[in-house]
């Protein structure tokens, strides 16, 4: 027992003498969550659209108000003439146009209809749709104001509510993914380099030429990584409740509990990969290429699996992150208890169980 | 009983393409001082890996201490110490604390045999909280032989303790081997300096994977069978070359400022040679009769081979 204790203490002043290892644990997940929740925003907001008011008159200049008011737009009235607005699309100078004919407000007091065009670019149709329906929205709203007199005889009004997230604060939907992402990363690059680290350097040698147990030694390597996982896990809960205020809805205990057996798959998938890999550049590559690629396109935080082909809705069933992500949904965002995620804590179990077991098995008490 | 028993081994790599050691038996008392000596390439790690439990020979049986390396390799990693070629303790880890942690993974402390290792330990133990991975190379290795010395092993294994160590630092180290000795430690250790094969009690010398001899130094020495001479001249490049197209001359080789020589004709008489190389043009000609080292048996025994 004394030697295992020594074996993870010995394990822990690698970790803390390596400033590499150190960047990669910490640095990362804090990177992580600073650009997801900063940099990389899929919310729309602040768009420069162009107005060009050929009419000038009441109706509009109320129009205009309202969307200068909104927080989405910044709008630019910079007289540019209608023929040239082509050109400012070109140049890039201009993403999206609001044109007023004129005669504006005149058709719509007296001809009831009156029109206006919006053009946008569709080269970024994420942002050109977004556009549309706020544009939409607005003079939908402006001209119920206006109508007078008596409603219309049949009205449907759409009242939407976005569950479990009503302010529409997109860090919701990241914080699992980059959860998953980085102890993905941390586990098993870490593991699997930790151990290959061994062999390369010779050490293993020694290790195997003593009376300590070499399942132990897999053993004794995991723990440490174990710890600092959680110790990681924490810390991206910290950020993301007090820095991006996302809150925790469900019990912290199911989610602690939930986070741990996926740190263990792994941390099972690190030794595995350890276990039949010979350098460190292998291992780190397998661990990177094999591990971090399929979790960031499978889990389904960055593209919804719901519209992978079928082929890749299958192949994401055996990612581990993908499973995790759901248990964190679940737990974090929408308050569920264990009975909503049992079928998902299973399929993690049976996957660290399988992984573990081939690592186990395939650990050399011999050299190659 | 001996301490280490190497019974008709012979191991391969790459599917049986590369031959490492071939049909090696050898034997070494308890309490003795061997050395496997040999140049690069020659087999002494494979070998050394069979008897560490590291590595599975492909035919022929091994044990240490009585017990068999393959079933009983648990018991015998628990009674030696292995020190491998490479230097392989924690470059990150201080003097202090690789040396804690191999003393605790053998069940043992730094304490209880304090003894065994004080000698050694001392020269390192000012740079106690130095990390060993900025130690010199001579330190590095007396740090290793502790970590390998720290829980009193019965049969300590060194496989080229001394290569890339300086002159004064390989003195010391086998000082310190004769030190241990005088514990009752079996010492297996392989080099491929010649020099140092003069300090063991018994060698095996080991070239291609086969064992060429096995003796004490002195007695391989004595078996050398014909006299040899050191001849110099003023050009020993052209001395060698012509050395060799003499019909009289049996083998030769440079060694340092010399080239030792063997004749093919027992009696022949060393004025004659000289005069022979002198016709050739040679000034400053010395022949003499001298003594031959472990290198000139190593030499003799790796031609007949490939005869």
């Known amino acids: 027992m004394k030697q295992f204790l020594v074996f993870i203490r010995k394990e822990f002043f690698h970790v803390f003498r390596d400033r590499r290892t150190l960047l990669i644990m910490f640095g990362l997940p804090v990177a992580q969550i600073v650009l997801f929740g900063f940099a990389l925003t899929s919310e729309v907001k602040d768009i420069t659209l162009t107005v060009i008011d050929q009419s000038g008159d009441v109706n509009t200049q109320q129009l205009i108000r309202k969307i200068k008011s909104s927080s989405y737009f910044i709008v630019n009235e910079t007289s540019v003439d209608y023929n040239e607005i082509e050109d400012a699309f070109k140049k890039g100078t201009a993403k999206s146009a609001l044109i007023f004919p004129p005669n504006f407000g005149n058709d719509l007091q007296h001809g009831g209809k009156a029109q206006l065009q919006l053009l946008t670019d569709g080269s970024d149709p994420n942002t050109a749709k977004t556009v549309i329906n706020y544009i939409t929205a607005i003079t939908t709203a402006y001209q119920q104001q206006i109508s007078p007199g008596p409603r219309l005889p049949y009205t449907i009004v759409t009242e939407s509510r976005m569950l479990y997230n009503e302010e529409g604060n997109g860090s919701l939907n990241f914080i699992p993914g980059v959860m998953a992402l980085v102890l993905m990363i941390v586990c098993t690059a870490l593991t699997s380099v930790s151990v290959v680290r061994e062999k390369e350097l010779g050490t293993m040698e020694i290790l195997l030429v003593s009376p300590f147990k070499p399942l132990l030694v897999l053993i004794a390597k995991a723990i440490p990584y174990l710890i600092l996982s959680l110790a990681n896990f924490i810390l991206i809960l910290v950020l993301a409740v007090f820095v991006l205020d996302v809150g925790i809805k469900g019990s912290i205990v199911l989610l602690f509990l939930e986070s741990m057996l996926f740190i263990i798959t792994c941390l099972s998938l690190g030794l595995m990969i350890s276990n039949t890999t010979n350098s460190q550049q292998t291992a780190l590559l397998l661990s990177m290429m094999g591990m971090m690629i399929p979790t960031m396109i499978f889990t389904g935080f960055m593209f919804p699996l719901e519209n992978m082909p079928k082929p890749f809705q299958i192949i994401s069933n055996v990612i581990p992150s993908r499973w995790y992500f759901l248990i964190v949904k679940s737990v974090m965002l929408k308050g569920l208890g264990f009975s909503y995620i049992w079928k998902e804590t299973l399929v993690l179990l049976g996957m660290t169980t399988v992984a573990l077991t081939i690592a186990l098995k395939n650990f050399k008490t011999r050299l190659s | ?307």
Not at chain 2, 139 to 156: F, S
Not at chain 2, 218 to 246: C, G, H, Q
Not at chain 2, 273 to 278: D, F, K, P, R, V
């Open chain 2, 1 to 307: 009983m001996s301490a280490v028993t190497l019974d008709h081994i012979t191991k391969t790599y790459d599917k049986g393409k590369v031959l490492a050691v071939d049909d090696v038996s050898l034997q070494v008392a308890e309490g003795e001082l061997f050395g496997l000596i040999g140049p690069d390439g020659a087999g002494k790690t494979s070998i050394f890996r069979i008897l560490t439990t590291l590595l599975l020979a492909d035919k022929g049986s091994a044990a240490v201490q009585g017990y068999d390396c393959v079933k009983d390799y648990r018991e015998i990693r628990s009674r030696i110490g292995y020190m491998p070629g490479r230097f392989s303790l924690y470059q990150d880890l201080t003097v202090k604390e690789n040396l804690d942690f191999f003393a605790t993974l053998f069940g043992s402390t730094i304490e209880s045999n304090y003894d065994l290792i004080k000698d050694i330990y001392d020269q390192i133990k000012p740079f106690n909280d130095r990390r060993a991975g900025k130690l010199s190379g001579g330190m590095k290795q007396k740090l290793a032989l502790c970590c390998a010395l720290i829980h009193k092993p019965e049969v300590l294994f060194l496989d080229e303790p001394t290569t890339g160590v300086d002159v004064v630092s390989r003195k010391e180290f086998w000082d310190m081997l004769k030190k241990l000795k005088t514990q009752g430690i079996t010492i297996v250790v392989s080099t491929p300096y010649m020099d140092e094969a003069m300090l063991c009690e018994r060698i095996a010398l080991i070239q291609n994977g086969k064992i060429m001899s096995v003796d004490t130094p002195e007695k391989i020495i004595a078996a050398y069978p014909v006299k040899l001479y050191a001849i110099k001249a003023d050009n020993i490049y052209r001395l060698l070359t012509d050395l060799r197209s003499m019909p009289e001359v049996d083998t030769s080789f440079a060694f340092g400022e010399y080239i030792h020589l063997t004749l093919k004709n027992e009696r022949a008489d060393t004025t004659a040679l000289q005069q022979a190389i002198e016709q050739r043009g040679h000034t400053h000609v010395t022949i003499k009769v001298i003594q031959p080292g472990i290198e000139d048996s190593f030499i003799r025994f790796m031609n007949q081979d490939s005869k």
